[in-house]
């Protein structure tokens, strides 16, 4: 199980040994400590935030009636360190230019943004060069499928979508604007997102249940001419994919030969299916709570299966089912590589998979989209891409494994040579596919082997 991670903020009387009572105070309960900031320091006390990792809330209630006891100490504040990152949202939007001027207001606004303006309305190519939109994208949700949440509503959802903006402009220089939409209606979305769509340079739809989703993403790729990608379904089958890969060359398998079983087949275990199917030419046996989900799989040239002969026939299994605890030990077999993919809680946890005689054993915390979309939008949108193929997709995975150290399995995901290595690759792949407006020349291609990406 995660264990929550709370700040504990103490003031420390200026005593020596004082920060050792305290450590070892929490220590003596098998509490974890991690960072250890020093807010003040006075002339007689010392202000200190402990970051600490404890099983539950009663654990916690441990640590700060024996951490009171000491006479030098006195807990000033508990904190809960996941929603102290995420105060006041976690994106803003910031000028690239400093107006700091009469001079600038005059170019930046008015008289001098008319001419630009005009220019744009005379030949709208100049939109690439004179706006923000090439680099722009829409993250999109109606809130239905948050994580493993569920049904939980676009505003709730509204943390996720800051993290995936906040990711896209650290690792890729691409700004994402979380777009709530307060509707289910399939036509409803697809409307919506038509006429938003001149804004961006693309669309990321994002957590948005199965199986309008498919439904969604092809209506608004075919009536857009502009990159547009459902995350859950192409953004997780990519580094599934990759992750895959490598994990077969980890224990000497050979994906193309491989039994592979999906248990779950929403929108990211049917595209899963999809994908590997186009990457060996072999079918995947797949499983789900309906027969509907069931009968996609199959009409996307999949086997309909059950979940105990799944596990008893296959050789990987990767289940995204969202069911917690769903993959029971005893199920496991010798020798399997398992994925269990559900977030935030997997269906076996890597451990217990191990334990059970799993070759070879992951959850959504390694094997995470965050490892795909970044670099397939900055290279869609470095070609101008006028949608993003499975040529694409492929070349993003077969990076994302090259990319990965000896030994593992996965890359870092915040490393950005990784992200630049999928961005060049996507890009490439475009161009090779017809699908790129903007011609790259050989400059582009070249700066893949700079210390660090030109967005950092």
């Given at each position: 199980?995660?264990?929550?991670?709370?700040?504990?903020?103490?003031?420390?009387?200026g005593?020596?040994?004082?920060?050792?009572?305290?450590?070892?105070?929490?220590?003596?309960?098998?509490?974890?400590?991690?960072?250890?900031?020093?807010?003040?320091?006075?002339?007689?006390?010392?202000?200190r935030?402990f970051?600490?990792?404890?099983?539950?809330?009663e654990?916690l209630?441990?640590?700060?009636?024996?951490?009171?006891k000491?006479?030098?100490?006195?807990?000033?504040?508990?904190?809960?360190?996941?929603?102290?990152f995420?105060?006041?949202?976690?994106?803003?939007?910031?000028n690239?230019?400093?107006?700091?001027?009469?001079d600038?207001?005059?170019?930046?606004?008015?008289?001098?943004?008319?001419?630009?303006?005009?220019?744009?309305a005379?030949?709208?190519?100049?939109?690439?060069?004179?706006?923000?939109?090439?680099?722009t994208?829409?993250?999109?949700?109606?809130?239905?499928?948050i994580?493993?949440?569920?049904?939980?509503?676009?505003?709730?959802?509204?943390?996720?979508?800051?993290?995936?903006?906040?990711?896209?402009?650290?690792?890729?220089?691409?700004?994402?604007?979380?777009?709530l939409?307060?509707t289910?209606?399939?036509?409803?979305?697809?409307?919506?997102?038509?006429?938003?769509?001149?804004?961006?340079?693309g669309?990321?739809?994002?957590?948005?249940a199965s199986?309008r989703?498919?439904?969604?993403?092809?209506?608004?790729?075919?009536?857009?001419?502009?990159?547009?990608?459902?995350?859950?379904?192409?953004?997780?089958?990519?580094?599934?994919l990759?992750?895959?890969?490598?994990?077969?060359?980890?224990?000497?398998?050979?994906?193309?030969?491989?039994?592979?079983?999906?248990?779950?087949?929403?929108?990211?275990?049917?595209?899963?299916?999809?994908?590997?199917?186009?990457?060996?030419?072999?079918?995947?046996?797949?499983?789900?709570?309906?027969?509907?989900?069931?009968k996609?799989?199959?009409?996307?040239g999949?086997?309909?299966?059950?979940?105990?002969?799944?596990?008893?026939?296959?050789?990987?299994?990767?289940?995204?089912?969202?069911?917690?605890?769903?993959?029971?030990?005893?199920?496991v077999?010798?020798?399997?590589?398992?994925?269990?993919?559900?977030?935030?809680?997997?269906?076996?946890?890597?451990?217990?998979?191990?334990?059970?005689?799993?070759?070879?054993?992951?959850?959504g915390?390694?094997?995470?989209?965050?490892?795909?979309?970044?670099?397939?939008w900055?290279?869609?949108?470095?070609?101008?891409?006028?949608?993003?193929?499975?040529?694409?997709?492929?070349?993003a995975?077969?990076a994302?494994?090259?990319?990965?150290?000896?030994?593992?399995?996965?890359?870092?995901p915040?490393?950005?040579?990784?992200?630049?290595?999928?961005?060049?690759?996507?890009?490439?792949?475009?161009?090779?596919?017809?699908?790129?407006?903007?011609?790259?020349?050989?400059?582009?291609?070249?700066?893949?082997?700079?210390?660090?990406?030109?967005?950092?």
């Open positions: 199980m995660d264990k929550l991670v709370r700040t504990l903020r103490c003031k420390n009387a005593i020596p040994g004082t920060l050792g009572k305290l450590t070892t105070a929490i220590g003596k309960l098998g509490v974890d400590i991690g960072n250890i900031t020093t807010v003040h320091i006075g002339s007689h006390y010392t202000v935030d970051d600490i990792y404890v099983e539950n809330e654990q209630a441990q640590v700060v009636n024996e951490v009171s000491l006479k030098e100490v006195t807990v000033l504040q508990v904190m809960d360190a996941v929603l102290e995420h105060k006041h949202g976690k994106i803003k939007m910031v690239t230019v400093p107006i700091d001027s009469i600038t207001l005059r170019k930046i606004y008015t008289p001098g943004v008319a001419q630009v303006c005009n220019l744009i005379a030949k709208p190519v100049w939109k690439d060069t004179y706006t923000a939109i090439p680099y994208v829409a993250i999109v949700t109606d809130g239905t499928a994580l493993g949440l569920g049904n939980i509503g676009p505003v709730a959802g509204m943390p996720v979508m800051e993290g995936k903006a906040a990711l896209l402009q650290q690792l890729v220089g691409v700004s994402g604007v979380p777009v939409l307060n289910t209606d399939s036509n409803e979305i697809v409307e919506t997102v038509k006429h938003i769509a001149p804004t961006f340079g669309i990321q739809l994002e957590d948005i199986p989703c498919f439904e969604i993403e092809d209506r608004l790729i075919n009536e857009l001419n502009m990159p547009v990608m459902h995350d859950d379904q192409k953004g997780t089958a990519v580094v599934t990759a992750a895959l890969i490598n994990a077969c060359k980890l224990t000497k398998k050979r994906l193309e030969e491989a039994k592979v079983g999906l248990i779950g087949l929403g929108a990211a275990g049917l595209t899963i299916g999809k994908f590997l199917l186009q990457y060996t030419n072999n079918p995947t046996l797949g499983t789900a709570k309906t027969e509907a989900s069931k996609r799989h199959a009409e996307s999949g086997i309909p299966s059950g979940l105990d002969e799944i596990m008893q026939k296959c050789d990987i299994i990767v289940a995204t089912s969202g069911v917690r605890g769903l993959i029971e030990p005893g199920m077999r010798k020798g399997q590589i398992i994925f269990a993919l559900s977030n935030p809680y997997p269906e076996i946890t890597p451990e217990a998979a191990r334990a059970a005689g799993a070759a070879l054993a992951a959850d915390r390694s094997v995470n989209n965050l490892l795909g979309y970044p670099g397939i900055r290279g869609a949108l470095d070609a101008q891409a006028t949608r993003i193929n499975y040529e694409m997709y492929r070349a995975a077969l994302i494994a090259g990319a990965t150290g000896e030994g593992e399995f996965v890359p870092n915040i490393e950005p040579k990784v992200h630049l290595a999928v961005a060049h690759a996507v890009a490439r792949a475009a161009v090779d596919s017809g699908l790129a407006r903007r011609q790259l020349d050989d400059d582009y291609f070249e700066s893949c082997n700079v210390k660090e990406p030109p967005w950092a």
